[in-house]
C-alpha cells in the first residue's frame, strides 16, 4: 500500500511556474499508474495528465498540452508535475493519485485510483 503527500503549490503570477511534487511512501511509485488531478473552486475534479510507468506514454489533457510536464524520480520515489506559463483558470487543488493493475482506458477515471494525496493548492493571480 503506498502514501501520497503533494508539496510544491503556492501563489504564481499569470506565466509564471510551479514545480508540484508527490512523494510515495510504503511501496515504490513506479509499481502504479499516477495521475494528477485538479479541483477549481465550483468545478468537478478533472484529471491533469497520467501514465502507467510500466507501459505507454503520457497522457495530457489538452488544457494544459505544451504547458505541463510528468516525471518520476526513482531516487527520491515521486512523481512531479512541471507547470509552465500558468493562466488563472489553472487555479485548483491539485491532487496525486495512483492506481494498481490500470488499463490504459481507465487512466483518466478517478474512481480507478486508490491512493490519493491530501492536495495542495495552485494559484494564479497578479
Known amino acids: 500500500q503506498v502514501q501520497l503527500v503533494e508539496s510544491g503549490g503556492g501563489l504564481v503570477q499569470p506565466g509564471g511556474s510551479l514545480r508540484l511534487s508527490c512523494v510515495a511512501s510504503?511501496?515504490?511509485?513506479?509499481?502504479?499508474?499516477t495521475a494528477w488531478f485538479r479541483q477549481a473552486p465550483g468545478k468537478e475534479r478533472e484529471v491533469v495528465t497520467a501514465?502507467?510507468?510500466?507501459?505507454?506514454?503520457?497522457w495530457y489533457a489538452d488544457p494544459v498540452k505544451g504547458r505541463f510536464t510528468l516525471s518520476k524520480d526513482n531516487a527520491k520515489n515521486t512523481v512531479d508535475l512541471q507547470m509552465n506559463s500558468l493562466q488563472p483558470e489553472d487555479t485548483a487543488v491539485y491532487y496525486c493519485?495512483?492506481?494498481?493493475?490500470?488499463?490504459?482506458?481507465?487512466?483518466?477515471?478517478?474512481?480507478?485510483?486508490?491512493?490519493w494525496g491530501q492536495g495542495t493548492q495552485v494559484t494564479v493571480s497578479s
Open positions: 493519485a495512483a492506481g494498481s493493475g490500470l488499463i490504459s482506458s481507465r487512466l483518466r477515471d478517478e474512481d480507478a485510483y486508490g491512493y
Open positions: 501514465r502507467r510507468w510500466k507501459f505507454g506514454t503520457t
Open positions: 510504503g511501496d515504490t511509485i513506479g509499481n502504479y499508474a
